[in-house]
């Protein structure tokens, strides 16, 4: 019985840690284990074992709601996700358009030469 009922706890305990729904379900079959083994344990009808055996119940069902509720966040994370993805995907469309324009328009615009200019007699004297 005690090793069941740790098996349960821990799952329990790492589901709700690292938010992972195969250990919720493996945690709701655990605690069923908890629960069906109290049930056959249990000599009366309200001894011990047979209070183990509802609290295991019940506690199937709440890691079982719990598992539920990490699937729609985990859901509902992936849709912030994509849409902070979506928002990082079009600053990037953006900057790609933008670096396209500037090469684009270095094609048509005349190069400056790299020749140095002659200068002329007045520049290079000051004489007429």
């Given at each position: 019985?005690?090793?069941f009922l740790t098996i349960a706890l821990v799952l329990t305990a790492f589901a709700l840690h690292f938010k992972v729904i195969a250990l919720g379900i493996g945690?709701?079959?655990?605690?069923?284990?908890?629960?069906?083994?109290g049930f056959v344990l249990s000599e009366g009808l309200w001894d011990i074992s047979y209070g183990?055996?509802?609290f295991g119940i019940g506690m199937a069902i709440s890691t079982i709601i719990l598992t539920i509720?990490?699937?729609e966040k985990e859901e509902a994370l992936t849709e912030e996700e994509q849409m902070d993805k979506d928002m990082d995907d079009s600053i990037e469309e953006q900057e790609e358009f933008a670096n396209r324009q500037g090469r684009?328009?270095?094609?048509?615009?005349p190069k400056k030469s790299k020749k140095r200019r002659r200068q002329d007699r007045f520049e290079r004297t000051g004489r007429v």
């Open positions: 019985m005690a090793i945690a709701t079959a655990g605690w069923l284990l908890v629960g069906i083994y183990l055996g509802w509720g990490i699937r684009y328009r270095d094609l048509f615009r």
